[in-house]
């Protein structure tokens, strides 16, 4: 996995690039992440919030609770970003809006428990369930 992957959202309005090497790779399969996205979990990895550097314009955005900001692109709508202020010198970024996703290697699974049954048939394989994220 190398530093200087690039990413963006559907309509290019968003790019990015990272100045360091993404990890915590992780599929979340929890409710606030498949209302956002409309997908039935979405693959983040962690970046060191000063490691991604915005080209164009920036992700507007949604507060989806009091200390946790969503970043889309506000023309086109990809899901970009997760923050929260618990964890303010990181911040997550969707692993397919990456240019590469192929490089990244999931790690583990977040809020299991929350999964969809039928998103998640061939999900799993060995990869062990991590706690953390949400709201
Ligand atoms: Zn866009
Ligand atoms: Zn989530």
Do not use: K
Not at 2 to 16: F, Q
Request: glycine share 8%; with cysteine.
């Amino acid at each position: 996995m190398s530093v200087g992957l690039t990413g963006g959202c559907l309509c290019g309005a968003v790019r990015y690039r990272l100045r360091g090497t993404p990890c915590h790779i992780t599929h979340c399969h929890c409710r606030s992440c498949r209302r956002a996205s409309g997908a039935a979990f979405v693959t983040w990895f962690t970046i060191r919030v000063h490691e991604l550097e915005w080209r164009g314009e920036r992700p507007m955005q949604y507060h989806s609770s009091a200390a946790v900001s969503r970043g889309f692109c506000p023309h086109c709508g990809s899901t970009l970003t997760y923050f929260h202020e618990s964890d303010p010198e990181e911040i997550d970024v969707t692993a397919a809006s990456l240019d590469t996703p192929e490089v990244l290697v999931p790690e583990h699974h977040t809020w299991w428990e929350q999964r969809l049954e039928w998103g998640t048939a061939n999900a799993q394989s060995a990869l062990p369930v991590h706690q953390r994220c949400g709201g």
